[in-house]
């Protein structure tokens, strides 16, 4: 049977929350409010960018009532039953709010998948028109030290709920683009790819498109610790604010 290529996350939201189920989105949110909660209070708008299938939404409702999702796939954002989250279905380099937002954020080094440093800036100034004066947006990447430590082991397999699933890990140091391919085979012989494409800046490249959108770096975090981010961290958490704000 052929193999289908798919949009992203148009088949692989079958076999997420498996492939994701090691992850802590408790101690994830936990981290995500002790960052926030130095800037802004609990009566705070928030919205979440690339929310995906909303579990990070579902610790952090609890101490932000206020809290929107959004994400670019229906599929993914209907996969959350939790009906205390409004969810809005848009492109995170298109917001479509008009109204101000005091904590904007997006987990998982979704920015890794903007591949063009236009698109990045294009989405920085999206964030500082929907941005209040005092505002925070925070956000994590993953670095090059975290591409090169996942294709050590670049082929993982695995079977749930009578799918099968091949997850191949790809890093080009010479364009800097990291790929993880989804082959995904469904129980009646389906069968499906998902090409994922991530850009891997190098550290400093962050810092001169954040400060040509206008923001500075508030601070800056080695990922899940409150120690500087550096340039061979795995993963690193920045929160902006407006310059001048």
């Known amino acids: 049977m052929t193999t289908v290529k798919t949009n992203i996350y148009e088949t692989l939201p079958l076999i997420y929350n498996h492939l994701m189920r090691k992850i802590r989105?408790?101690?994830?949110?936990?981290?995500?409010?002790?960052?926030?909660?130095?800037?802004?209070?609990?009566?705070?708008?928030?919205?979440?960018?690339a929310a995906g299938n909303c579990r990070l939404a579902e610790h952090l409702i609890k101490r932000f009532p206020k809290l929107i999702a959004s994400d670019i796939s229906k599929r993914m954002l209907a996969g959350s039953e939790n009906i205390k989250i409004k969810r809005v279905c848009c492109d995170m380099i298109s917001i479509p709010f008009k109204r101000k937002f005091d904590l904007v954020y997006a987990a998982f080094d979704s920015i890794n998948y903007l591949?063009?440093?236009?698109?990045?800036?294009?989405?920085?100034?999206?964030?500082?028109?929907?941005?209040?004066?005092?505002?925070?947006?925070?956000?994590?990447?993953?670095?090059?030290?975290?591409?090169?430590?996942?294709?050590?082991h670049p082929v993982r397999k695995g079977i749930y709920k009578g799918i099968s699933y091949q997850h191949q890990s790809i890093y080009d140091a010479g364009s800097r683009i990291h790929k993880n391919i989804f082959d995904i085979k469904l129980p009646g012989g389906e069968k499906f790819r998902e090409i994922h494409k991530q850009k891997v800046l190098d550290f400093n490249q962050y810092f001169n498109l954040i400060d040509k959108a206008g923001f500075f770096v508030a601070e800056c975090f080695d990922a899940f610790t409150f120690n500087n981010g550096k340039p061979d961290s795995k993963r690193v958490q920045f929160v902006l604010k407006k310059a001048g704000g």
């Open 25 to 49: 989105y408790d101690y994830w949110a936990d981290y995500l409010f002790l960052i926030s909660s130095k800037y802004i209070s609990r009566e705070a708008n928030v919205l979440e960018l």
């Open 115 to 152: 591949l063009t440093k236009k698109k990045i800036s294009k989405f920085l100034t999206e964030i500082r028109d929907i941005l209040s004066g005092d505002g925070i947006f925070t956000f994590d990447v993953s670095l090059e030290k975290n591409s090169i430590n996942h294709t050590k």
